[in-house]
C-alpha cells in the first residue's frame, strides 16, 4: 500500500480549525483511492509556542520535519502575542527558504455558487496560476538603518535577485504553461520604475522565453497588472512574479474570484530535494479564532495540491470536484461565504461528497 | 487679473492628443472664472527629443520651468523608441525628486455613467484618495550586480527610507484625512514580509498618529489591502503608501471605478518651494497614438486638481461637475468607455458643459 508521511502544522489562529477540516478529508481521499497517510503533528511554528520557548522552532526542526513527504500547514501569526515579523520569519519564511520552497503555486479560479464581486463573470471564465517567486528578491532581510531615533534616521533594506533564482521560477513557470491549454504566461515586472532589479528579471524572462518557443508571453508594469486582474481577468493563463508581486498577485487574484478564504496555496521544491509545504493563503485570523466559524475550504483544497503534488492526482482532482460539488449549497457554506454551516459541517460535507 | 504661467509638457503618444484638449476645458475654466494662463509649451521629456538630442531635457530645464507655477504634463515613455527606465527616469522621476514633489495624490471615484467592473457598485459607494509617497523608497536607483553574465549574476537594488521622507507624507495624508468627512485614514504596510523598512513604516505611522487623535486610522499589509480594494471598497477614505504600493494602489483603484482611463494625479510640493505638476495616471499608450481615439478626461480631471491646488478651487469643482455631467452620455465618451466620440469631440463637449 502507497504510504506518504505528512508533517502537520497547525500553527495559530483558525489554522487549528481548519487543520482537522482537511485532514478529514485527506483521510477521506486515502481511504476511497487506496493509499495511506502517516500523520505526525507538531506544535511548534506558532506564537503559543514561542511564548513557551521564545523561539518559533525547536533547534531540530529540520531533522523532524524535513525526511516527510510533504508539510500540511495551517497559519502562523497573531500579532497581539508575537510580532508578525518574528513569528513569520521564524517559521513560515524559514522553511520556505531552508527547504528550498522555491515556487509558491496559486490557482485563481471563479468557484461555483460563489458570487463574484466582479461584474458579468461566471465559473470558466477566471482560471489562472500565479507562480510566486518564494525565497528572495524584495523578502530579504539585509539592511539596517542610521541615525536612528534621530530626525535623521535613514533606513535601508535591500532586493535581491539572483540569476539561478529567477531562472528557475521562470523554468517552472514556463514549463507549466506548456502543459495547460492555452499555453500563455504573463510576467510581472516594474521596470519601467524599479530600475536594477527589474530590467534584469525581464532579459531573464526574454532569454528563457527562447526555450520555451511553443508558449506565448506577455510582460505587465505590475500597476497596469494588478488593474487587469480586475478588468480582464480572463487574460491570464499562467502569471509568474517575484516573492513581493507574486504576495500582492495571488491574494488579489482570488479577492477578484469571490473571497480569499478558499484559496489554496503549495510552497513547493520541485525538484524534491526537501518536503513541500501546503497551506491557505488566508492567514491566522485572530479576529475569528476560536468561534468555530472558520471557511475549511482552502486548507482542503491546499490537501488536494498536495495530493496532486504526491503523484496522487486522481484523488486531488477527486477533492477539488466535491468542493465544487458543495459550495453552491449555501448551507455546507460558512458565513464569510453568506452560508449557514460551521467549520466542522462544511468540512464534514466535502468528506461525504468525496 | 489673476494670472498664472503654466509650463506645458505634451510629451509622447496620446499625451500630445490629450494635452490640447486639456488645454481647451483649461482655458473655458479661466474665462468663466475671470483668470488668466500664461502658457509655455516644451518638447522635452518625450522620446523624440531624446532621439535628437540623445537626452530627456535640457542642461537648463530647471530654469526653463523652475519659476512656473504648475506644470501641466501629458504622458512619457515609448519603449520601441527608447526603454522605459531611461525616458521615465530621465523625465518624470527627475521632475519629481528635483521640484521635490513628494506627495502623488490620486482620487478613486466611482464617476457617473461609467460601468463599474465591481457588481453592485453605484456612483457615491466609492469615493477615496490614495496618497503616494513620491520621492524614494523602492524607487532609489542604488545598486548594481555581480558576476554579471554568468551563472552566478547577483543583482541588488535597496530601498532607501527617510524619517523626513515618511513622515512628511504621512502628514500630508493625515491633514487630508482630517479634512473630509470621515476623517479615517489607512496605512499600506508589508511588514510582515519585508522586514526592515515597513516595521519602520508602522512605528511612523504610530507616531504621526499621535498628532492627529480626531482622526481614526488602520494598517493593512499590501496582499490583502489589494485584496480590499476589490472586495470592499467603500471602506477607505485616505489611503497612504510608500513609492511602489502607492503606485499599485493607484492604478488597481482607478480600474475598481471602471477605467483608469480617466484616473488623474497631482505630483505636489506641499511647501510651494517648486512648481508641482498634474498629469493623467495613463501612460502614453504607444498602441492607440495618433488615432484622434484617446480618453481627455484624466487629463482634464488633472486640470481641475491644478486649478484647485493654484487656489482657484471653485473652477476646479465646476470642471469635475462637468465631467460627471457629460459622462453618462454615449456619444460623448471615447471608445474605450464604449462610446462614439473621438477625443477632440469629447473634449469639446466637457468644454461646453462648463
Ligand atoms: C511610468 C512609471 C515610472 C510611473 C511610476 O511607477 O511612478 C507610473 O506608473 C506612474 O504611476 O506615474
Ligand atoms: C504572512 C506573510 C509573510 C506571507 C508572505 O507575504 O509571504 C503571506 O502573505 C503569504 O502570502 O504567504
Redesign the pocket.
Known amino acids: 500500500e502507497r504510504t506518504y508521511r505528512i508533517a502537520v502544522i497547525p500553527g495559530d489562529g483558525i489554522g487549528r480549525e481548519v487543520v482537522p477540516e482537511g485532514l478529514r478529508v485527506l483521510e477521506a481521499a486515502a481511504r476511497k483511492f487506496g493509499f495511506r497517510l502517516h500523520l505526525d503533528e507538531f506544535d511548534f511554528a506558532s506564537c503559543d509556542y514561542y511564548l513557551k520557548h521564545n523561539k518559533m522552532l525547536p533547534e531540530d526542526w529540520k531533522e523532524r520535519i524535513g525526511s516527510h513527504d510533504a508539510i500540511f500547514f495551517g497559519a502562523?501569526?497573531w500579532p497581539e502575542k508575537v510580532p508578525?515579523?518574528i513569528s513569520?520569519?521564524g517559521s513560515?519564511?524559514q522553511f520556505?527558504r531552508e527547504f528550498d520552497q522555491y515556487a509558491?503555486l496559486r490557482p485563481v479560479r471563479l468557484m461555483p455558487g460563489i458570487p463574484c464581486p466582479l461584474a458579468g463573470r461566471a465559473p470558466g471564465d477566471i482560471d489562472f496560476f500565479v507562480v510566486?517567486e518564494?525565497t528572495e528578491g524584495e523578502?530579504s532581510s539585509i539592511g539596517g538603518s542610521i541615525f536612528p531615533g534621530t530626525h535623521r534616521e535613514v533606513v535601508i533594506q535591500e532586493t535581491i535577485m539572483t540569476r539561478i533564482g529567477i531562472d528557475r521560477i521562470l523554468k517552472f513557470a514556463f514549463e507549466l504553461a506548456q502543459k495547460r491549454p492555452r499555453k500563455h504566461l504573463t510576467s510581472a515586472t516594474k521596470s519601467n520604475g524599479i530600475s536594477i532589479t527589474m530590467p534584469y528579471w525581464d532579459t531573464r524572462v526574454e532569454e528563457m522565453a527562447k526555450s520555451f518557443p511553443d508558449v506565448t508571453w506577455d510582460k505587465y508594469h505590475i500597476d497596469i497588472l494588478a488593474a487587469h486582474f480586475v478588468l480582464n481577468p480572463d487574460r491570464f493563463n499562467v502569471v509568474v512574479a517575484s516573492?513581493?508581486f507574486?504576495?500582492i498577485l495571488?491574494?488579489l487574484g482570488p479577492a477578484c474570484t469571490g473571497t480569499i478564504g478558499i484559496a489554496p496555496?503549495g510552497?513547493i521544491n520541485p525538484e524534491r530535494l526537501f518536503p513541500s509545504l501546503f497551506?491557505p493563503?488566508h492567514?491566522s485570523a485572530p479576529d475569528i479564532a476560536g468561534r468555530g466559524i472558520a471557511n475549511p475550504v482552502a486548507q482542503i483544497w491546499s490537501g488536494a495540491m498536495m495530493l496532486d503534488h504526491l503523484g496522487e492526482t486522481e484523488a486531488g482532482a477527486a477533492i477539488v470536484r466535491a468542493i465544487e460539488q458543495v459550495l453552491p449549497h449555501k448551507q455546507l457554506r460558512t458565513p464569510d461565504m453568506g452560508g449557514t454551516a460551521n467549520t466542522v459541517t462544511a468540512g464534514k460535507a466535502i468528506a461525504d461528497a468525496l
Open positions: 502562523v501569526g508578525d515579523h513569520l520569519w513560515l519564511i520556505r509558491n510566486r518564494n523578502y516573492n513581493l507574486g504576495d495571488s491574494d496555496s510552497n497551506e493563503v492567514g
